[in-house]
């Protein structure tokens, strides 16, 4: 099983992004999704996550401006940034709680995708 990330790049403060992930190989069902984003110098941190039925959350400081969606049929999961601020540099990775078809249940990252906002 892989998670592969894009979308990623160099916007200025105010602009948009939408990263996309997409989980590929001996896939039987996916149950949450969600992106998490680590900042230079600090830890990885979760940011949203949306469920296999579609419940969302976020941390704070996203609220508002930041909106992940899915896709079950492509294994795809969106985070759609608006209102992008400085303080949202960071690699995004993406993350999936997945059940195989060899019935192994396992946790999988995504490689990353670098957002860098400019002021």
């Known amino acids: 099983v892989q998670l592969q990330a894009s979308g990623g790049g160099l916007v200025q403060a105010g602009g948009s992004l939408r990263l996309s992930c997409t989980a590929s190989g001996i896939i039987f069902s996916i149950n949450d999704m969600a992106w998490y984003r680590q900042a230079p110098g600090k830890q990885r941190e979760l940011v949203a996550s949306?469920?296999?039925?579609?419940?969302?959350s976020y941390t704070d400081p996203v609220k508002g401006r930041f909106t992940i969606s899915r896709d079950n049929a492509k294994n795809t999961v969106y985070l759609q940034i608006n209102s992008l601020k400085p303080e949202d540099t960071a690699v995004y990775y993406c993350?999936?709680?997945?059940?195989?078809?060899?019935?192994?249940?396992?946790?999988?990252w995504g490689q990353g995708t670098l957002v860098t906002v400019s002021s």
């Open positions: 949306i469920t296999s039925s579609g419940m969302t």
């Open positions: 993350n999936a709680d997945i059940l195989r078809t060899d019935w192994r249940a396992s946790h999988y």
